[in-house]
């Protein structure tokens, strides 16, 4: 079990062409706040991450932001979230995200997100961190990269219980009661004693 203080979000800098998305990221970042859990992310003050970041903080709840130097203006820092953390360069706002967080969680987003996403996936294969990681897949916005994650399943690149143990998760509810439920042990094949 899984215990959940503050998820990391990743998501864009941009809002998409579909309105649906930041309506899906505000009553993601209010259901978040509602149940008790605050939110870090990247410290931006636009696009989906400045949606999550503003419900969570409407509804309540705290909200950790993390911004290197180089993207105060570009990404518009967010000065009204609980906390703001200006950090020297995107290594360190990428070290600051993963060990603030008990999980991850990929909102729609673009390179960044994609990249940082890898990131923490391989971080929990490589055993950096034993934390949920998972693809909140509203509007079926992840179903290409799944189909090509499968077929790297299919093609013996990615082990099926690692593609298992990514959460996949549509709708508030049920992305925290999987994140809750979740331990990386109930995934891992047995080992055989030799």
């Known amino acids: 079990m899984t215990e959940l203080k503050r998820i990391t979000v990743f998501t864009g800098g941009a809002s998409g ?7 899906e990221v505000r009553n993601l970042g209010t259901s978040l706040a509602q149940a008790g859990i605050g939110v870090v992310y990247g410290g931006g003050k636009v696009g989906l991450m400045g949606q ?62 994609l990249e940082e996403l890898f990131e923490v996936w391989t971080w929990q294969y490589l055993g950096i961190h034993a934390k949920p990681v998972a693809l909140y897949n509203t509007k079926g916005f992840w179903n290409p990269l799944l189909e090509m994650i499968d077929h790297q399943v299919e093609e013996g690149f990615i082990a099926a219980w690692r ?5 996949i998760a549509e709708e508030p509810e049920e992305l925290i009661g999987k994140l809750r439920g979740w331990d990386l042990k109930h995934f891992e094949p047995v080992q055989s004693a030799a």
């Open 163 to 167: 593609r298992d143990a990514l959460v």
């Open 52 to 113: 999550v970041a503003d419900s969570a903080l409407e509804a309540g709840g705290e909200v950790v932001g993390v911004i290197p130097e180089v993207l105060m203006e570009r990404e518009v820092a967010h000065h009204g979230v609980t906390d703001l953390q200006v950090v020297p360069d995107m290594h360190v706002r990428k070290a600051q995200l993963g060990e603030l967080g008990d999980a991850f969680v990929a909102l729609p987003g673009g390179m960044g997100t």
């Open 17 to 23: 062409h579909d309105l649906t998305y930041q309506q």
